[in-house]
């Protein structure tokens, strides 16, 4: 799979392997503690992933008029229309919040559609219009899809395991997990 903004998918997926830089950083990393060459490859697989997003994004931005998240939602959409907006950020593995601000958006721009229940007012429809369709129509693949086929593809133990890790580093970081992230490369509000 070619992703919009890259050369190739290696150029996305991996590290940079580019001469002297590549050369210092294998030298430097020779005379490192396993624990260093641990927390080195850890984040250059931090580093892969939010490079990877940043160039996909600014290309999908550039190609399309929309952010990667609102692709994505596009994309769940397409598969079927969501319910309820809780269906669809459990679609879109994440809070109801964040993809609230992500459907706005799309609803803004006419790309989807967002119908209250007759029988239940606190229900909402949402689903693509003609407009969102032929823009989805014309998307290129995304890193996030990758990612989430990605861990699709991976054991379940192992993709649990790496939940647990995650939260444990984040938590061990001081990072805040109690507030609902926007979701990738979108902003707040």
């Known amino acids: 799979m070619h992703l919009v903004g890259s050369s190739s998918r290696s150029s996305q997926l991996s590290p940079p392997t580019n001469g002297k830089i590549m050369t210092k950083l ?11 060459r641990t927390i080195a490859e850890i984040m250059d ?43 669809l950020a459990l679609a879109t593995a994440t809070h109801q919040s964040s993809v609230s601000v992500v459907v706005r958006r799309l609803v803004e721009r006419e790309l989807v559609t967002r ?6 007012k606190r229900r909402v429809r ?43 580093w984040l938590m061990a970081a001081g990072m805040d997990l109690g507030t609902a992230p926007p979701m990738l490369m979108e902003d707040d509000a």
């Open 45 to 87: 697989g931090v580093r892969t992933v939010v490079r990877a997003l940043r160039i996909n994004t600014r290309a999908i931005e550039k190609q399309m008029g929309i952010s990667l998240a609102q692709l994505w939602v596009l994309q769940i959409l397409a598969e079927r229309p969501a319910d309820s907006l809780n269906e």
């Open 126 to 168: 949402i689903e693509l219009t003609e407009s969102g369709r032929s823009l989805l129509g014309k998307a290129p693949p995304t890193v996030q899809v990758s990612l989430v086929a990605g861990l699709r593809r991976m054991a379940p133990e192992a993709r649990d395991q790496l939940a647990r890790l995650m939260r444990d």
């Open 115 to 120: 119908t209250t229940a007759n029988r239940d």
């Open 26 to 36: 294998l030298s430097h990393a020779r005379g490192l503690g396993t624990d260093q």
